[in-house]
């Protein structure tokens, strides 16, 4: 029971990779709190997750943020593991990029994430440990990604440097980035039709070198083993999830 007594946040955690995690985490003995974006979902992870709590609240919001942290320090006092996982995506070539699509994806995976980090951390201690999830896409030039692909690099850099700030502090931050798995986000790609979801899922397939998709609960493994006492000696580290696609291009 890696997590016993541990009281963990996972924001983003009503669905896919989050809620593959928010289980697990309880699964060894964390005391779970949750957000995400819709209450429906939020209702049924958190009945999926005994002693858990569910917050409805959008990352993009940074004062959304703060009450959720101020509401887990009420309940518990403290976060020992923070796991940031809300995400958005979003395929456009550059003639085709809108400010507010830019505005949209980069308030929630970049500034979103950077000021969750900065709410939590104020009641983490020592032997705290923070994991973010990151994406493939930051590190490979993939057409109609540049938005996506840029908010993700962003927040690689951000979290690394971050990571070197945390080291006095004695808490640990690590990225897991995902290659394709399959989550609802893929299938909530503004401006895709049913038939082009499957092209790319086809595409993306056809060049991973295991030649399949990812599944949550795998993110999810990874996920764990960063944000536990197996990984103590490791920080700013970034784990790349993703059937060998990118280390193996």
Known sequence: MRFENKIVLVLGGNSGMGLAAAQAFAAEGAKVHLTGRNQDTIDAAVASIPGSTGYASDIADVAATQDVVAKVEAADGRIDVLYINAGVGGFAPLEAITEDDWDHIHSINLKGCVFALQKAVRI???????????SIGAHGAIEANGAYGAAKAGLAMAMKIFAKELVPRGIRLNMVSPGPIDTPLLYRNPGMSDEQIEGLKKMMIDNIPMHRMGTSDEVAKAVLFLASEDAS???AANLFVDGGLLELR
């Open 233 to 235: 000696f490791i920080t």
């Open 124 to 134: 983490m201690g020592k032997g705290g440990s923070i994991v973010v999830t990151g």
